[in-house]
């Protein structure tokens, strides 16, 4: 079964410098979820598109941005990198609640591992 | 908002043998999922078993089983038969439900618990 694909698996970047991940969620699942786990730490939500529309947002600094395209794709981007920013970023998908009555599962990819050195 | 506790940092159990974790949760709502999820060393997240809070009857996945107290807010996971593939962090994980009457389908997680199986 296809399965949520996130790209690249490894970044490495240097402070100030710019990172895009990308995010591309399992066929016909419209509904997708971004989740920043830091070393030693639980998934934070950062943001979540429904119909390329943002749903929801969570603690998402300002320096980060994201998106979710026609093909509901999504790209979260994030500039002037700090040190910080260094984490596993996880996207999932899902199809929306209200065509399941509320069950769904959120599915989530591999990851995208960021090291900002 | 809702919050999610897990007072167990580590476990250990061993081979064959029984292990419970724990969860506790804090929300205002009374319709809503939880979950588990079960982080290997590869950092994958993995949906082990979920519950709706409507459901009175407890999830079970095979050797997996949860104990729902909803009004005592205590979600626990408990594995049977401990195989080595079952050494992981594992999350527990909270998700309010479509008629809470918002948008907030966010998962919020607890801090982890790193469980060991010895062989």
């Known amino acids: 079964a296809a399965g949520v694909i996130q790209s690249p698996r490894h970044l490495i970047k240097e402070k100030r410098e710019t990172a895009t991940l990308k995010c591309y969620p399992i066929p016909r699942h419209d509904t997708v979820y971004w989740y920043q786990q830091g070393p030693g730490q639980d998934p934070q939500f950062l943001i979540s598109f429904y119909e390329k529309m943002q749903s929801d947002k969570g603690s998402i600094p300002d320096r980060f941005s994201a998106q979710q395209f026609s093909d509901y794709h999504s790209e979260l981007n994030m500039s002037s990198l700090e040190l910080g920013d260094s984490a596993l970023y996880f996207c999932a998908s899902s199809v929306p609640p209200a065509r399941l009555a509320g069950k769904y599962e959120q599915y989530f990819g591999p990851g995208t591992r960021l090291t900002v050195t | 908002a809702q919050t999610v506790t897990q007072s167990q940092p580590e476990m250990s159990v061993q081979e064959a043998e029984t292990v419970t974790l724990s969860c506790t949760y804090d929300?205002?709502?009374?319709?809503?999922?939880l979950f588990w999820y079960k982080q290997p060393p590869s950092r994958q997240m993995i949906l082990v078993i979920r519950q709706e809070a409507y459901k009175q009857q407890n999830a079970t996945e095979n050797r997996f089983s949860v104990n729902f107290q909803k009004a005592a807010k205590s979600f626990s996971l408990k594995i049977s038969d401990s195989q080595l593939g079952d050494a992981a962090m594992y999350f527990c994980a909270y998700r309010s439900a479509w008629n809470s009457g918002g948008s907030n389908y966010k998962l919020t997680f607890g801090k982890g618990t790193l469980l060991t199986v010895n062989p």
């Open positions: 929300t205002s709502e009374s319709d809503y999922y």
